[in-house]
């Protein structure tokens, strides 16, 4: 039973036989404003290579009407399994098929929401990986690609977007009817259709004879907060950069952005009609992290409409080229633009992606970058950090190795090769050696079929004068985790090391040199005879992926000077270094503490400050000694409440201290100061406690007991928004009572009633790392239930609960125990094992950690 699957042998057999040319899909959303199902008719024409040979199309759907092929009425039972059998195909082929097909709440599909402030009705579709066959029938795999042309019925009054520009509705009465122009040769899964009372706001891109036009859109209720010339400002710099890079004209003929509600990802490179969630539509005051993050995001899908839309993988195993290409092009177009905002994207990438890619790639669920993708369930768990983050990373060290100017006409060659058509990795690599003249087997080979990290250190010694008498660079093959895939090996990485010197109380780059490091062992000797610096960095400008090691007389002035560097990214290194040796029990939790304490007080880069916050309220909560864990988190809530009340009235810091105090307050002064804040009694100055402030403030006082739902209720009385019921719900599934606890427990597990976004809301609020005990219980439920929950949930819903939910506040060898005979029982297919796996290794870590920070704790102690 294919249950919702699909095999790549099955997508493989397919593509030989078919070759679809076009598909005309009707929808009928005219009831959408009550919801359940929707009449879909889809007409496909496509042809065989081989007449009289069977194949199927896709559809998820409560029922079938009509299976029509070739003329012929077929019998619905043909309708099975989430497939429809085709039997007897002839040479050129028309099949018809009516459904009923169902409108969705988990952002899957053909998503509905209701906005509580006007209630009304959205839909959005989102079909990545496998969900166009939820809103019509298809053949769903990225290579059958074809013409689509959407006709569709709807409300009066509404908005209707999709792929093609959108045309005027035909009609009268209470419905009116959109009818697209056929699209180019695309990919089902980026197909699209936006519908609802949604407003928009126009611009167009616009070049020589070039004229595009631009739309961004939301909800009327978020209308009064869309800075829609942002994202035009941003949109543009992107047109700009990536048409002259490429050298290939943006491919479609509009380019629509749409912030809609309850997203599961960032956004969705629909072609020519992106989605993106509507959190990037910022009701409160948000840092410039914030808004960077939503640039990027801009940058990610727009890239995504030459690779990925215009040319696109032939199957799931080069998810990861598509997706590491286009957070690669985020960063470069955001580093490079004229006008850019944001020319300091490559702190961001060192200190976000590069973390990102380094934890996942330590997991025991490690892969190479080029995965075994055998079916849809392996692709579905794979958005992970080697697919966007490492392999994001590599391409910056393939940039770096053959040179930027060859590496993008290397990428023009590619894009006019194959235009409108499927590749493989092969096609780019063949494209990029053709450009560069660099035979890029043996590269490929040790970094994309390998997996693991590397680890760099340099070894110096010093002769009587302190001048440098040997420099090595040593590097250590990946520490892969147990049961990981693949073989640790020594990599090629083309590399600089920066030297700098302090002077006047700053960390000064006083020289660059960048070299190709390979093997072992690697000697420097353009440093011999040198005088020895006060730092030196390797892997300076995060040019390759490797876990970096400081010298022990670097570490030791850059523990008193990390925020003295003068340039932000060798103090993301510096911390993302720091991080990864406490992650790894190297620096105790307590030390890690002590070096934020100390660091942050001078960290400029708003994006690196509330990293790091996060990080070290991780090492509290999960690496600290427990018997010294409470006196971590006093200095840490101490910290925050000081640095808030010295932060710049109404910068971004002072922002990012509040929120961390009210992540971590815990004394009575502590609470009452968020108490004031919430109930104007304290003002800080500059400090807006303004809508989404607000919540954090009272989630934080719930959790700790000091609100009750009254408080809750008056509070969603000021914000009856979609947003503040999900605050609502995390607010009350915080609240430190067993029955608080049973209850959120219920309407996650016992209940599908919740949409993706309030059970994710729920489950925010029901993990507090400060309730242990009352969660403890829940263990033992997680294990009973986790099993049903991946066979009857959908693959959002689901991932939410299995990795949300797991017990991974009790680091405990029981807690491994338990998953282990879980694991032994269960027999749980791939992906759901691959989940539990992950989540298991972060408290195996957790016990590691904890082990390295009472050990130091006994050390100070003179033990
Ligand atoms: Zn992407």
């Known amino acids: 039973m294919p249950g919702t699957n699909l095999t790549r042998e099955e997508a493989r057999t397919r ?87 169902a409108y969705t709440n988990t952002g899957e599909g053909l998503h509905r929401f209701v906005d509580p402030v006007d209630g009304e009705t959205y839909l959005y579709t989102q079909f990545e990986v496998p969900d166009a066959r939820r809103v019509f029938a298809s053949f769903e795999q990225p290579d059958l690609k074809a013409s689509f042309a959407f006709t569709v019925t709807a409300p009066e009054g509404w908005v209707v977007v999709s792929n093609s520009p959108t045309p005027t ?63 035009f400002e941003v949109t543009k710099q992107g047109f700009d950069y990536f048409q002259e890079k490429f050298d290939y004209r943006y491919p479609f003929a509009k380019y629509d952005q749409l912030f809609v509600p309850e997203f599961n990802a960032g956004a969705m490179e629909n072609a020519g009609a992106v989605t993106l969630r509507d959190q990037y539509v910022f009701r409160s005051k948000v840092t410039d992290a914030a808004y960077e993050a939503r640039a ?30 286009a957070t690669y092009a985020e960063a470069v177009c955001q580093a490079e633009a004229p006008g850019s905002r944001w020319p300091h994207s ?36 794979n958005f992970d950090g080697i697919t966007y983050a490492k392999g994001a990373s590599v391409l910056k060290q393939l940039v770096a190795y053959v040179g930027q100017d060859a590496f993008f006409e290397g990428v023009r060659a590619y894009f006019k090769r194959h235009a409108w058509g499927n590749t493989r990795l092969s096609d780019l690599l063949g494209a ?113 992926y490797a876990k970096v090691r400081l010298d022990e007389d670097s570490l030791a002035v850059v523990a008193d000077h990390l925020g003295d560097f003068t340039d932000s990214l ?34 400029s880069d708003i994006g690196v400050v509330q990293s790091v916050h996060r990080q070290v309220k991780t090492a509290l909560d999960a690496y600290a000694d427990p018997a010294w864990r409470e006196q971590g988190l006093t200095r840490w809530a101490e910290t925050a409440e000081a640095q808030l009340r010295a932060a710049e009235p109404g910068s971004d810091h002072q922002l990012a201290w509040a929120r961390t105090l009210a992540a971590v307050a815990r004394t009575e002064e502590q609470l009452g100061l968020l108490a004031g804040l919430l109930d104007g009694s304290v003002e800080l100055k500059g400090l807006a406690v303004d809508t989404e402030l607000r919540w954090t403030l009272l989630g934080r006082l719930a959790a700790t007991g000091r609100a009750d739902e009254a408080a809750i209720a008056a509070e969603l009385e000021r914000d009856n928004t979609a947003a503040g019921q999900e605050h609502a719900a995390t607010c009350r599934a915080a609240l430190p009572t067993a029955e608080a606890k049973a209850e959120a427990w219920a309407s996650v597990v016992e209940s599908d009633k919740l949409t993706n976004y309030v059970q994710e809301a729920v489950i925010a609020g029901f993990q507090q790392a400060d309730q242990r005990e009352l969660l403890a219980p829940y263990a033992a439920k997680y294990f009973a239930a986790v099993k049903g929950v991946w066979e009857t949930r959908s693959h959002e819903i689901s991932q939410q609960i299995i990795v949300g939910l ?15 005979a ?18 298991r290794a972060g408290v195996e870590r957790a016990l590691k950690a904890q082990a390295a920070d009472r050990a130091a704790g006994a050390r100070a102690l003179g033990h």
Not at 296 to 322: K, P, Q, R, S, Y
Not at 347 to 373: C, E, G, V
Not at 505 to 528: F, S, Y
Not at 822 to 839: G, M, T
Request: glycine share 6%; charged share 25%.
């Open 15 to 101: 593509a030989d036989l078919l070759h679809v040319d076009a598909y005309d899909i009707e929808l009928d959303l005219s009831s959408a404003r009550e919801g359940g199902t929707f009449r879909s008719t889809t007409v496909v024409r496509f042809t065989a290579t081989t007449p009289g040979a069977a194949t199927f199309i896709d559809l998820v759907a409560p029922s079938v009407e009509e299976i029509t092929l070739n003329g012929e009425r077929l019998d619905e039972a043909n309708f099975a399994d989430s497939r429809i059998a085709l039997p007897n195909l002839a040479a050129e082929n028309e099949l018809k098929v009516v459904a009923n097909c």
């Open 169 to 231: 509705p035909a009609g009268d009465g209470p419905t009116r009817t959109w009818t697209f122009e056929p699209t180019g040769r695309i990919s089902t899964y980026i197909t699209a259709l936006i519908a609802g009372p949604y407003v928009g706001v126009f611009d167009a891109y616009e070049n020589g004879d070039q004229k595009v036009p631009l739309g961004v859109y939301c909800r009327p209720s978020l209308r009064e907060f869309l800075d829609a010339d942002a994202v």
């Open 296 to 325: 990027a995001t801009i940058l990610h899908e727009l890239a995504h409409m030459w690779f990925g839309d215009l040319v696109t993988m032939e199957w799931w195993n080069d998810l990861w080229l598509n997706e590491s290409f």
């Open 346 to 381: 490559w702190t961001t990438f060192a200190n976000q992606m590069k973390t990102w890619a380094y934890r996942q790639d330590q997991l025991p669920s490690t892969h190479p970058i080029m995965a075994d993708i055998n079916d849809l369930e392996d692709v579905q768990v």
């Open 432 to 544: 990029l050696e053709e450009a560069s003249g660099r035979d890029l087997k043996a590269w490929s080979k040790a970094w994309l079929e390998t997996a693991g990290i590397n680890v760099l250190r340099p070894a110096i010694t010093l002769n009587t004068d302190g001048e440098i008498e040997s420099f090595t660079v040593l590097q250590e093959a990946p520490a892969l985790p147990a049961g990981a895939k693949g073989e640790a090996v020594l990599r090629p990485h083309r590399i600089a090391i920066g030297l700098y010197e302090l002077a006047d109380g700053a960390l000064v780059r006083t020289d660059r040199i960048e070299l190709d490091v390979d093997g072992p062992r690697t000697e420097v000797p353009q440093l011999v005879g040198r005088h020895r610096p006060a730092v030196v960095l390797l892997n300076d400008d995060d040019l390759s």
């Open 570 to 603: 060798p103090r993301a290194l510096c911390w993302a270094s720091a991080w990864d040796m406490a992650r790894d029990g190297e620096m105790a939790a307590r030390d890690y503490l002590a070096l934020a304490v100390s660091g942050l007080g001078r960290e």
């Open 806 to 820: 797991y017990p991974s506040l009790q680091v405990e060898q029981a807690t491994l125990d338990a998953t282990d």
């Open 822 to 839: 879980w694991l032994a029982a269960a027999e749980p297919a791939p992906a759901l094992r691959r989940q539990v796996i992950e989540a």
